[in-house]
C-alpha cells in the first residue's frame, strides 16, 4: 500500500506532543493528568500513553525526549505509527522543526513487505503535520518503499530480468524513455558487464532511462547484482544469505528517480543500472582473467566477487560519455565500509567540495545520515598490477572501500562525481526502518540536489 496522510478534513483524535522539561506545566491542564502521573508517563522518546475516555480510547501523549536521546535515535516519534489504535489521528504540540522528520518517520514505520505473507492488520493514520511540505515527505517515503521492496524480494523473483521489469514499469509510470541493452550488443559495449553476468543462466542486461526535457543532466548509476555468489571464488553458505540485497544500489538510485520525477524537479534525469547476477558455471569469468572495459582500460580479476565495481565500470565510463552536470554511483560494494561505519551510516566519496556541503545540509534535513570518506590518492598504485591496467581486487589488506572507490574513479573520470559505498539493510528493528532492505542518502541527495545544480 502507497505511504497516504489522513484527509484533513475528516474527524480525529489528538495525538499530543510531549517533551520532559515541559511535561508538568502540560499534566496541570489536562483532564487526564492524574491518570497520566500515576500510570508513570515520563515524556521519555517514544514513549506512549493512551488517554481513555467515553468509547474507549479518545487521545494519546507521546513524549519527545530529552536533545540528547533525539541526537542518539532518529525518528523517535514514529513507535505511534503501529502502536495507536486504529483510525486517524493530528499531532498536537509538536515542535516546528520536528514536524518533517515526525511525519516522514510515521509514513517509513508503516511500510510492510507483504508480497509472500498478507498484512492484514489496519493502521492508523496521520494528518500531515502544519509546516510539513506534504508533497515531498509522501514522495521520499514513496521511493523509499520502492527501494525496501525490491531489496526485500528474494533473487528467485528479483533477477536480471525482472529487474528491468520493475526499471521499465518505473519509466512507464512518469513517461521516461527506457533502453534494455543485451546479447551481443552488451557483450560487445560493455565487456565487463557480460563477464561478471555470462556465468548465470539469467542473462545480464543493461538498463536505461531518461526523464525530463529541460534542466542540468544529472545522471545516476546502481549496482544491481540481483545475486551474488561470489562466482568461483565462491562465498561461505553464511556469506549469501543477505546476497539478495546486492542490487540495493539499484533499488536505491531507482527510489531516487522516483522522488525526482514524483516532485517533477526541473532537471534532466538519466538512470543506468548493469542488472546481473554473479553466478558459477563453466562460462564463468576466473580468476587472473584479464578482461578488456568499455573505457579501454585493461582489468586482472583477482577476486570474481569483488564483481560489482566491474559491472559499475562498463556503466560509468558509459555515462561520462554524455558529460552530465553531476553523476552519482551507489553500491552494496564493500564488507570495508561496513566495518568502517556500521550498518546505519552512508559512506560517501566526492573531490567537489560544494557537492559534499550540499550532501550534508540534505543529510541533516533528510534525517538520512551520511559520511565522507576520502579518494585517498597515495593508494592509486595499489589498484594498478601491473600486467593490467588495474588490479579488481589488490590484496593490499586496508583500506577496502577507498581503492574500490578509487577503481570507480578511473571510469568516472568526471569533476563533479560521487560514489556511495551503502549497505542497504537495516539488520536490527530500528524506528521507522523495519528489519530488512533500506534505502541509505536517497534523500539526502534529493535535499541537497537544488544546491548540487543550482535549480
Known amino acids: 500500500m502507497p505511504p497516504v496522510f489522513a484527509d484533513p ?65 532518529r525518528f523517535g516519534l514514529a ?5 495507536l489504535p486504529p483510525g486517524i489521528w493530528h499531532a498536537e504540540g509538536i515542535p516546528a522543526d520536528l514536524a518533517p522528520e515526525s511525519a516522514l518517520g510515521w509514513l517509513l514505520a508503516q511500510y510492510r513487505f507483504d508480497r509472500y505473507k498478507p498484512v492484514t492488520a489496519e493502521l492508523p493514520r496521520l494528518k500531515c503535520p502544519a509546516g510539513v511540505n506534504e508533497a515531498q515527505v509522501l514522495a521520499m517515503a514513496a521511493g523509499e518503499y520502492l527501494t525496501r521492496d525490491l531489496i526485500n524480494t528474494p533473487a528467485q523473483d528479483m533477477g536480471p530480468a525482472e529487474l528491468a521489469e520493475a526499471f521499465l514499469a518505473l519509466a512507464a509510470r512518469f513517461n521516461a524513455e527506457a533502453e534494455v541493452i543485451e546479447g551481443a550488443a552488451l557483450e560487445q559495449g560493455f565487456p565487463m558487464i557480460h563477464a561478471v553476468g555470462k556465468g548465470s543462466d539469467r ?36 556469506g549469501m544469505l543477505l546476497m539478495k540485497k546486492d542490487m540495493g544500489g539499484a533499488a536505491t538510485v531507482m527510489g531516487l528517480a522516483q522522488m525526482i520525477m514524483q516532485l517533477d524537479l526541473p532537471l534532466r534525469l538519466r538512470v543506468i543500472v548493469p542488472a546481473v547476477e554473479n553466478s558459477v558455471s563453466g ?31 562498463d556503466a560509468l565510463a558509459w555515462a561520462t560519455e554524455e558529460a552530465p552536470e553531476v553523476l552519482i554511483s551507489m553500491a552494496t560494494l564493500t ?13 560517501y566519496y566526492t573531490d567537489d567540495e560544494a557537492m559534499a ?26 589498484i594498478e598490477p601491473g600486467i593490467a591496467d588495474l588490479d579488481n581486487a589488490p590484496g593490499y589488506g586496508f583500506a577496502g572501500s577507498i581503492t574500490a572507490a578509487l577503481f570507480l574513479r578511473r571510469f568516472a573520470d568526471h569533476p563533479r562525481y560521487m560514489h556511495f559505498d551503502i549497505y542497504g539493510h537495516t539488520p536490527n528493528e530500528a524506528p521507522a526502518r523495519p528489519k530488512g532492505g533500506v534505502g541509505q542518502g536517497a534523500r539526502a541527495l534529493l535535499l541537497g540536489l537544488p544546491a548540487m545544480l543550482g535549480i
Open 9 to 73: 478534513n475528516l474527524p480525529s483524535r489528538a495525538l499530543h506532543v510531549v517533551a520532559p522539561e515541559g511535561l508538568e506545566d502540560w499534566l496541570a491542564t489536562q483532564p487526564a493528568g492524574d491518570f497520566l502521573r500515576a500510570a508513570g508517563f515520563k515524556a521519555g522518546l517514544g514513549e506512549l500513553a493512551l488517554i481513555p475516555g467515553e468509547g474507549g480510547v479518545v487521545a494519546a501523549v507521546i513524549g519527545l525526549g530529552s536533545v540528547q536521546a533525539r541526537a542518539r535515535q
Open 283 to 313: 562460462r564463468s569469468m576466473r580468476p587472473k582473467d584479464i578482461l578488456r572495459s568499455r573505457k579501454g582500460l585493461t582489468v586482472e580479476v583477482n577476486d570474481t566477487d569483488a564483481e560489482g565495481r566491474l559491472v559499475l565500470g
Open 357 to 382: 556541503q550540499a550532501l550534508e545540509a540534505g543529510a541533516r534535513a533528510g534525517s538520512d545520515p551520511v559520511w565522507r570518506l576520502p579518494f585517498h590518492n597515495a593508494y592509486e598504485s595499489v
Open 79 to 83: 513507535k505511534a505509527a503501529t502502536a
Open 335 to 347: 564488507g570495508a565500509a561496513r566495518i568502517a561505519v556500521g550498518p546505519d551510516l552512508a559512506p
Open 203 to 238: 542473462a545480464p542486461r543493461l538498463l536505461s532511462l531518461r526523464w525530463g526535457k529541460a534542466g542540468p543532466l544529472l545522471t545516476l548509476v546502481g549496482k544491481g547484482v540481483c545475486f551474488d555468489t561470489g562466482g568461483l571464488d565462491l562465498k561461505p553458505s553464511s
